[in-house]
């Protein structure tokens, strides 16, 4: 316990430690004099100056130019007209000269308008120094540049020489339209490097560059760079990265350079202003100050990040929280405690970052939404991300597993302990001959005192029953068979039945299906855990004598593998596993005093399973193969089979979600945990990563066409991260649990993925419907041959997604916004469990499925490359002689 607490205290100082040194500094030259200029504009919030009852008050513009009179000795405007005709009076309260600014457009009216007011503004003010006509206003097409050119004389004749006329324009226009420069008193050019694409380093050299380009284009004429700026928030683009820093570090520079050079500038702007967000990620963004009017930089001294130690306060804050959990966990080791702790920590710094985006971002309505729901459908992804480092930590560094039943031993007391167990085994229009292995296998147990109920339900063909019924009969006594025609609840149903015709003395009832082969030492070995009377259960394993029927059952039967070594084993030791309908012995008070089997779900074995471990009884698990079943006979078949167990455990979620307050059932927490968890991981994981997905969809056009990415390291770079994990969960649980060669257990990892779809679907139906009908899953070669593509669905996700992704890259193109590759790229991690169920769907139609294939191909390489050895193809089973050792199989080739 204590070196667990040691371990958690210095990850959190490493975590400390780590924010102090890292913190981003940069330096520049020193401002101490006021600046040459500044644009202002009195409007806030995210409404449009034009919008109706918009207007400022005289009183928020003092306000604005006290805050602005020690920066600067003039200002810049934009418009004369909305209230904005008030700034020229009160900025000649503070001593500053304004150049006054004229907003032109299409509508002419207006125009009118805009001149009549800037011209009075002239005629009455003493401070104005320049009147501009227009801004960027040919770049932005409103007028050509003959038509800007009349205006333009037009002011110049009202002004009479007063104050010089011009208008601003990107500066590349002014080299385009010579013309407009012979039209203008001076050339307002805007130089913004950050639109170009040019890095912080580079900023003030390219302002540079271009002011002597313009002063070589038009020698004789005074050049004044009317818009400079830089960006404090938003994308980047190119080498451009907006940031406070940055913001900082350009503009010191760039004044420090035109200053020393004699260069006259103006710095746009003096205020963010959040309704400029028609401008792109970084419309906002370009203030001195914030929109509360506070300073976002300092003109001297070192440039920092003045909420750095708030925002590592908070990462360390959420780090610590989320450790302390980690002194709960009974016999931690060292490297678990430390696997813990480093992911605890990330979170946190993830949750400060988060923080950061927030509180330095201003939202419309839109923009705020959608981050709020993208946040939402993130806290299950961390949750199940925690999760998944828990247990690699614990299957990893941690303890070996307890409780894992590893079968009797000669000698053990328990050995005169043998119950009479009664094996139910229902079966709904199964194929006779699999149903016979399946009794054949039973008849040859290695246990004194059994029986078996066979109950054949609502199959009135006699080609399926009778055969089997026979088979009874030969077997002797001991095998009772029942031929239900018309029975209600489905498996559970016919399970009721069974318990009905059950021998009275028989303590034990053993479940296992129709097409499952059992070893017969399985009552042998696993009956006398009973001896325990707390224990009401115990589990054996799934397995599969058909894996090797083609390539694609060899990868689900690895993919059903993974559950069975690593999961269960893992809330076994929790007491909390899950009980599935095959190979399960459950003792019969245990049955009884949880209610029996129910209909209410159509999973009732998960369902009882439950229900037993609310009674407080113990459960046992092993991970011994005692018997083994067949496979799905297609895709279609295992998709049906995922449906019904995720819809299935949907229900058991409705039904039980109240039995797990405190206090209502003997649960204990660690098994509450254990379902909890386990639900979200499998349920929540899969329809979460569809729900994002959609919502990615439906971004796209915003992503593509109006520029609007998702925060790449609030929304995007978790989504990675999370399927990074996800990728690393399962190679690591798998190579050390689950034995199979790696070319399998690839199989297995896109199986998995393979069904995100169709886990999806059942939760939501799950939502909208309370029952669905029980479906048969086709074994044995019974399986329908279907028309349609059983994965057409999924290829239709994966189909847009792919092709959102190709839209997003390209709009990008010449930008290369960061975050708007990422979230392409994002768009193509969530296409890969799609396009794994359409690439199952489509290898079960091709030649490489069969075996023979690849034998075939075996069989020429081993001509070519005699004397060289090939490796078999054929699986090689091998039994387990310890509970965790999982089946050896040499990988097909």
Request: charge should be neutral; proline fraction near 5%.
């Amino acid at each position: 316990m204590r070196s667990v607490a040691f371990v958690v205290a210095l990850v959190a100082c490493l975590h400390a430690a780590a924010w102090a040194i890292w913190e981003s500094q940069s330096s520049a030259p020193n401002i101490s004099g006021p600046l040459a200029s500044v644009s202002y504009s009195p409007f806030e919030g995210s409404a449009h100056p034009d919008a109706p009852n918009n207007r400022v008050s005289i009183d928020k513009i003092r306000s604005d130019l006290r805050v602005l009179s020690p920066l600067t000795r003039a200002i810049r405007t934009y418009s004369s007209t909305g209230g904005v005709e008030l700034v020229t009076p009160v900025a000649a309260e503070f001593g500053l000269k304004v150049a006054v600014g004229a907003w032109v457009d299409k509508d002419e009216k207006r125009n009118a308008r805009e001149l009549r007011a800037a011209v009075d503004l002239v005629r009455k003010n003493r401070n104005v120094n320049a009147l501009v006509v227009g801004n960027e206003t040919i770049f932005r097409g409103e007028q050509s540049a003959d038509d800007l050119i009349r205006l333009i004389h037009q002011t110049k004749r009202e002004v009479g020489g007063a104050v010089p006329v011009t208008t601003g324009e990107i500066w590349h226009v002014w080299i385009e339209h010579p013309e407009l420069a012979s039209a203008v008193d001076f050339i307002a050019a805007h130089v913004l490097p950050y639109w170009e694409g040019f890095s912080e380093t580079q900023a003030a050299d390219q302002a540079v560059i271009i002011y002597n380009r313009l002063r070589e284009a038009f020698p004789g004429k005074r050049i004044v760079i009317a818009e400079f700026g830089w960006p404090s928030a938003g994308y980047n683009r190119k080498a451009a990265e907006p940031g406070r820093i940055e913001q900082a570090a350009v503009l010191r520079n760039f004044v420090a350079r035109a200053e020393a050079v004699g260069i006259d500038y103006n710095i746009i702007e003096a205020f963010d202003q959040p309704w400029k967000s028609f401008e792109g990620s970084v419309g906002a963004y370009w203030g001195l100050f914030d929109a509360e009017r506070q300073p976002k930089f300092s003109w001297t001294g070192i440039i920092g990040n003045s909420d750095h130690s708030k925002i590592g306060a908070i990462a360390i804050a959420v780090g610590i929280l989320m450790s302390l959990p980690i002194l709960a966990i009974a016999g931690a080791t060292i490297m678990q405690a430390l696997t813990l702790a480093v992911f605890a920590h990330v979170v946190g710094a993830w949750a400060a970052v988060v923080f950061d985006y927030w509180n330095g971002h201003y939202f419309v309505i839109g923009a705020g939404v959608a981050l709020g729901v993208g946040l939402l459908l993130l806290i299950p992804l961390i949750m199940i991300a925690m999760w998944r480092v828990d247990e690699i930590a614990t299957v990893l560094f941690g303890r070996r597993p307890t409780r894992l039943l590893g079968g009797a031993d000669e000698g053990d007391e328990a050995d005169e302990y043998a119950p009479k167990v009664s094996i139910h085994v229902p079966a709904y229009m199964e194929p006779p001959e699999m149903l016979k292995a399946t009794l054949n296998a039973v008849a040859r147990l290695d246990y004194p005192n059994f029986e078996c109920v066979v109950v054949i339900n609502n199959t009135p063909d006699p080609a399926f029953w009778r055969p089997v019924e026979d088979r009874c009969r030969e077997l002797g006594e001991r095998f009772k068979f029942i031929n239900a025609e018309k029975i209600e609840g489905f498996k559970a149903g016919a399970l009721r039945l069974a318990l009905t015709h059950t021998a009275p003395d028989a303590e034990i009832i053993g479940v296992i299906d129709a097409d499952y082969t059992v070893s017969p030492n399985w009552l042998r070995d696993l009956v006398p855990a009973f001896a325990d009377s707390k224990v009401g259960m115990v589990q054996a394993p799934q397995d599969h004598r058909d894996g090797d029927k083609s390539a694609m059952h060899t990868a689900m039967n690895g993919e059903y593998a993974g559950f069975f070594d690593i999961g269960m084993v893992q809330r076994n030791e929790a007491n909390a596993i899950v009980t599935h309908g095959t190979m399960c012995l459950i003792r019969r008070d245990a049955l009884e005093s949880a209610g029996g089997w129910s209909s209410d779900t159509i999973c009732e074995d998960t369902d009882l399973g439950l229900s037993i471990l609310e009674q407080g009884w113990l459960t046992h698990y092993t991970n011994r193969r005692y018997g083994r079943g067949l496979l799905p006979d297609s895709f279609e078949a295992f998709k049906k089979q995922r449906h019904r167990w995720a819809y299935g455990g949907f229900q058991i979620i409705r039904k039980h979600w109240r039995r797990f307050l405190p206090g209502v059932t003997r649960l204990t927490p660690e098994q509450r945990r254990e379902f909890a968890l386990g639900w979200l991981n499998w349920l929540g994981a899969e329809s979460v990563g569809v729900v994002l997905a959609m919502l990615n969809l439906v971004w796209v056009p915003v992503v593509a066409f109006v520029g609007i990415a998702v925060p790449d390291k609030v929304l995007t770079v978790p989504i990675l991260a999370a399927s990074a994990l996800s990728i690393l969960h399962f190679v690591a649980l798998y190579r050390r649990r689950v034995q199979i060669g790696p070319a399998q257990a690839a199989g297995a990892m896109f199986t998995a993925m393979s069904m995100q779809w169709t886990v999806a679907r059942a939760v939501a139906f799950g939502v909208i419907k309370d029952h669905l009908p029980f479906v048969r899953t086709a074994k044995g070669g019974f399986a329908r041959k279907r028309v349609t593509f059983p994965a057409f669905d999924e290829a239709v996700m994966a189909g847009l997604l792919l092709l959102g992704a190709a839209i997003v890259f390209w709009s990008n193109y010449e930008q290369q916004v960061r975050e708007i590759n990422l979230f392409g790229a994002v768009l193509i991690v969530q296409s890969v469990p799609f396009l794994s169920a359409v690439g199952l769907a489509l290898l079960e139609r091709s030649r490489v499925n069969d075996y023979a294939f690849w034998q075939a191909v075996q069989s020429r390489t081993e001509e070519l490359l005699q004397p060289a050895e090939v490796p078999a193809l054929a699986e090689v089973r091998v039994e387990r002689d310890q509970p965790l050792v999982a089946e050896k199989r040499v990988d097909a080739q």
